[in-house]
């Protein structure tokens, strides 16, 4: 049986970004025979709840994202973790996945802001023991980070977006359609997210 390879890159996606999207493009082209899943994220357990917009929500602007992408045949969006208990566990919903497409061999993609704190996830050792863990560049170094299990990705340009400076904007009246993909702020205009004041 022939593997797939699966790239799992998971977030709230609150929203989802021109950068998000740049750098699954950006990945996929690097390793062509891959796919790449958005794992949208219910909750992440490191990270406050207050400013998350409802799941539908996410789930629907990561939709409209991958739909405008040029490679959206070659990525999808994975809601495997709102039908899981929370908080989101990452070892867990790698596990699910993997018995639930036993063809596929997931890896994970994180950027190197994660990478320091990659140590308080639940069961970390055991992730990078089991699946491969990849890590692109975020603007910040990684730091002194010993693990050879990671494996850092070069010349993968990433653009510089912030989920949590588009919602400021968006509450300042300001428009940030310029760091969205098409149609994400159209959504969010239609249904009032982020604080916009119709």
Known sequence: MEVEPTILLPGSFNPIHKGHLSIAENVLRAMPEATLWFVVSPQNPLK??????????????????????PLRERMAVCDVEFTLPKPSLTLRTLDVLQAKYPSRRFALLVGTDIVGEFGRWYRS???LDRFEVLVYPRGTEPGSVSDERFTFLKDVP???VVATDIRARIRRGENPADDLPPGVWEYIKENGLYGYAR
């Open 125 to 127: 050792g055991e992730i």
């Open 158 to 160: 990433t653009i510089p």
């Open 48 to 69: 406050s709840p207050s400013e998350l917009a409802a799941e539908r929500h996410r789930l629907q602007m990561a939709r409209i994202a991958v739909g405008s992408s």
